[in-house]
């Protein structure tokens, strides 16, 4: 399974890579449009997902906009930093036990060793 | 060796209590190894660990509010230390580890319960969780109990497999 690799300030996760449909910077894209809590691309109102304070991390000063789509609706994510797309085996991927999250709807779906640390797998289908 | 009715339990320091957990439920102590915080999670979950390609979520008693009575935790304790020891235990199908320090064996000799401490309010450990106080020499040691212990930390009870029978007895007392 292919991943793109971000960063949210110190933690670093995965996003499946046939989910993000656009990496957006918005210092070279005209049509994304922050309003309010949500944004607006190309006219399509998106919910705005900010994981830096699930995280509990500060909002960097340049973010990347991911469009993500979920298998029900599209939203679109900040992050920090995209690092790179990599190959992930499926059985790397250890599942998450679903009774350490504190409400429904999580946000992360599995654990893959990465070097010095495991990273998460984001979970775009609980969270969309 | 061993007397008639001697139980084997896992001592372990958290928050300055000493704790103790039957052998039983205690598959493997392991050095911390990485663990990476989760988002969403209780407050109580430090994050996961990759052991043996599970997931396995870290446990940190020291952040469990209800786990504590009026005067812990960190009652003579080192405040603030992260566990040094991972210890993992098999609940039903759930795997979990609790972070600990200074992890050894213990050997309780018979069942006497002595649940006394916990009950006039002298133990750290919210009394819920106490099956019982093991001395030894001058020190005390909080026996947990893992049935109320794992239901209050939200890992799904399961039919107990043979590793766990009797963990969960309670005083019949009701106390």
Redesign the interface.
Known sequence: MKFLMVSVGQARYAVQADAVRRILDPAQEADLHLEGAGAVFRGEHLQLIDLHAAAGESPGRAPVYLLLEGSHRRAIVRVDGTEAIRDVPATDIAPLPPFIFARPGRVFRGVFPDGPSPRLVLDQDGML | MSGPGAHWLIRFNVGGAEAALPLGVVREVVARP?V????????F?SG???LG???L?VYDLRRFGAFWSATGPDRGGPAGAPGEHLIVCDWGE?R?GLLGDRVDLLEQEGRGDDRGEAREGGCAVSRKFVRDVVRRDEESVILLNPVTLFASL???AAGPPRAMEGVGEDDPAGG
């Open positions: 990485p990476v915080p989760v988002p969403g999670s209780h407050s979950v996961v660990a990759l390609g599970v997931a979520p759930a979990l939200g890992v799904p």
